[in-house]
């Protein structure tokens, strides 16, 4: 008897110790795993010095790179490779070794490597290739599944989920717009619009960039970048055509203030080519109070984030705005598409008068004044004619 209990208490211990270290092999297996954020100074041997931003998304020690790019030539590269560790079983720092092939925008492709040094959150990178040395530093700005939610890996629905997919009745198919929200995520007027849409015969998409990304608004911090949201814009492009409702070739976008910004973006098809390496796009384009330029002599980020209509448009644009907007000036909307119209694009611009920043949400009856100390205030004119505005532009521009 004392010898089971013995052996009975022994192999309890003994299973408890077993799986305890399978669940530390377990965990240690994706201690690399999120969303990475950095730079790198690169320096030739002939002594030319460029800089590289990189944006690192790691899963089980598989890599991808999706922007990479010299920010002097403007070469874009998307990379994949894996990492080697060489860091002690308990321990949380460590040797690193990245590798993998890069594919840049211009055809070439090719090996690459970087060591680096491990500390918890934070990657010192160093390396070698060919001609090149660089060096830089790595941040963890994501851990685990939310880095998987970051630009490029938003895991759309197969399915329906409440609140996201507004659908007419019947099998379609159908013309399909997706909805982009502003930098305090998605409020009540986007599904507003969303229910318009449907009324009006289209499939709607309302996309949540923030909640899979663990942010609830970027507003002043922009933890969740334009581009970011660009990327999830072409990612619902790509998820919509794959719904056996939807008529592929009818897909447009509608985007709030950031969200706004960011479909701009991919009007550009030299933008659509660093990021997707690829030149389709929505049929239309819908932005509601966008920041489309900035002004002369504005701050390297400020010009960085404002410069969203871009001259090369090739997808036809309405912008609504209004003069009293404190936020996204309507003047620099309207000279940009000026600019843009005298070389030949399709841009249009409906400026409201006495209409602020946000003038379709419903729920500030009253002048509301932000954080940052702007008011914005419902407009039900300037909504009414929004909607009339943004039926007939996409219905021209969408039709079969």
């Given at each position: 008897?004392?010898?089971?209990?013995?052996?009975?208490?022994?192999?309890?211990?003994?299973?408890?110790?077993?799986?305890g270290?399978?669940?530390?092999?377990?965990?240690?297996?994706?201690?690399?795993?999120?969303?990475?954020?950095?730079?790198?100074?690169?320096?030739?041997?002939?002594?030319?010095?460029?800089k590289k931003?990189?944006d690192?998304?790691?899963?089980?020690?598989?890599?991808t790179?999706?922007?990479?790019?010299?920010?002097?030539?403007?070469?874009?590269?998307?990379?994949?490779?894996e990492?080697?560790?060489?860091?002690g079983?308990?321990?949380?720092?460590?040797?690193?070794?990245?590798?993998?092939?890069?594919?840049?925008?211009?055809?070439?492709?090719?090996?690459?490597?970087?060591?680096?040094?491990?500390?918890?959150?934070?990657?010192?990178?160093?390396?070698?290739?060919?001609?090149?040395?660089?060096?830089g530093?790595?941040?963890?700005?994501i851990?685990?599944?939310?880095?998987?939610?970051?630009?490029?890996?938003?895991?759309?629905?197969?399915?329906?989920?409440?609140d996201?997919?507004?659908?007419?009745?019947?099998?379609?198919?159908?013309?399909?717009?997706?909805?982009?929200?502003?930098?305090?995520?998605?409020?009540?007027?986007?599904?507003?619009?969303?229910?318009?849409?449907?009324?009006?015969?289209?499939?709607?998409?309302?996309?949540?960039?923030?909640?899979?990304?663990?942010?609830?608004?970027?507003?002043?911090?922009?933890?969740?970048?334009?581009?970011?949201?660009?990327?999830?814009a072409?990612?619902?492009?790509?998820?919509?055509?794959?719904?056996?409702?939807?008529?592929?070739?009818?897909?447009?976008?509608?985007?709030?203030?950031y969200?706004?910004?960011?479909?701009?973006?991919?009007?550009?098809?030299?933008?659509?080519?660093?990021?997707?390496?690829?030149?389709?796009?929505f049929?239309?384009?819908?932005?509601?109070?966008?920041?489309?330029?900035?002004?002369?002599?504005?701050?390297?980020?400020?010009?960085?984030?404002w410069?969203?209509?871009?001259?090369?448009?090739?997808?036809?644009?309405?912008?609504?705005?209004?003069?009293?907007?404190?936020?996204?000036?309507?003047?620099?909307?309207?000279?940009?598409?000026?600019?843009?119209?005298?070389?030949?694009?399709?841009?249009?611009v409906?400026?409201?008068?006495?209409?602020?920043?946000?003038?379709?949400?419903?729920?500030?009856?009253?002048?509301?004044?932000?954080r940052?100390?702007?008011?914005?205030?419902?407009?039900?004119?300037?909504?009414?004619d929004?909607?009339?505005?943004?039926?007939?532009?996409?219905?021209?521009?969408?039709?079969?």
């Amino acid at each position: 008897m004392c010898n089971s209990d013995y052996f009975n208490r022994y192999f309890r211990l003994l299973t408890i110790v077993l799986f305890g270290v399978a669940g530390i092999v377990d965990a240690r297996a994706d201690h690399f795993d999120g969303h990475w954020k950095g730079g790198l100074r690169c320096e030739r041997t002939d002594k030319n010095v460029f800089k590289k931003k990189v944006d690192l998304r790691v899963q089980n020690d598989k890599i991808t790179l999706r922007h990479f790019f010299d920010g002097t030539h403007g070469n874009p590269v998307e990379s994949e490779g894996e990492i080697d560790h060489e860091d002690g079983f308990f321990s949380d720092v460590g040797d690193i070794v990245f590798s993998g092939v890069a594919n840049w925008s211009n055809g070439r492709s090719g090996q690459w490597g970087l060591r680096g040094k491990w500390d918890r959150d934070r990657i010192t990178l160093a390396g070698l290739r060919g001609d090149t040395h660089c060096q830089g530093t790595l941040v963890r700005v994501i851990t685990g599944e939310k880095a998987m939610a970051s630009a490029g890996f938003l895991k759309f629905p197969t399915e329906p989920t409440p609140d996201s997919l507004y659908k007419p009745d019947g099998a379609g198919p159908f013309p399909a717009v997706g909805l982009f929200h502003g930098c305090v995520g998605i409020r009540p007027h986007i599904h507003a619009w969303a229910e318009r849409l449907k009324e009006g015969g289209y499939v709607a998409l309302v996309v949540d960039s923030f909640g899979p990304r663990g942010e609830r608004s970027v507003c002043g911090n922009y933890r969740v970048s334009v581009d970011d949201v660009a990327g999830d814009a072409l990612d619902a492009f790509e998820h919509l055509r794959t719904l056996p409702f939807v008529d592929k070739g009818r897909i447009g976008a509608m985007g709030f203030s950031y969200g706004a910004m960011a479909a701009l973006r991919t009007a550009s098809p030299s933008y659509r080519q660093t990021q997707r390496n690829d030149a389709t796009g929505f049929r239309a384009i819908v932005a509601f109070y966008p920041a489309c330029t900035s002004r002369p002599g504005a701050p390297s980020d400020v010009v960085e984030r404002w410069n969203n209509l871009r001259v090369d448009t090739d997808i036809p644009i309405l912008i609504l705005i209004g003069d009293a907007d404190e936020q996204t000036p309507a003047d620099l909307c309207a000279s940009k598409a000026h600019e843009i119209q005298k070389a030949g694009r399709s841009v249009s611009v409906k400026v409201y008068p006495g209409a602020t920043h946000g003038f379709d949400r419903a729920a500030y009856v009253q002048p509301h004044r932000t954080r940052s100390g702007h008011i914005q205030q419902f407009d039900p004119l300037a909504t009414a004619d929004a909607a009339k505005m943004s039926a007939a532009f996409l219905g021209e521009n969408m039709s079969k």
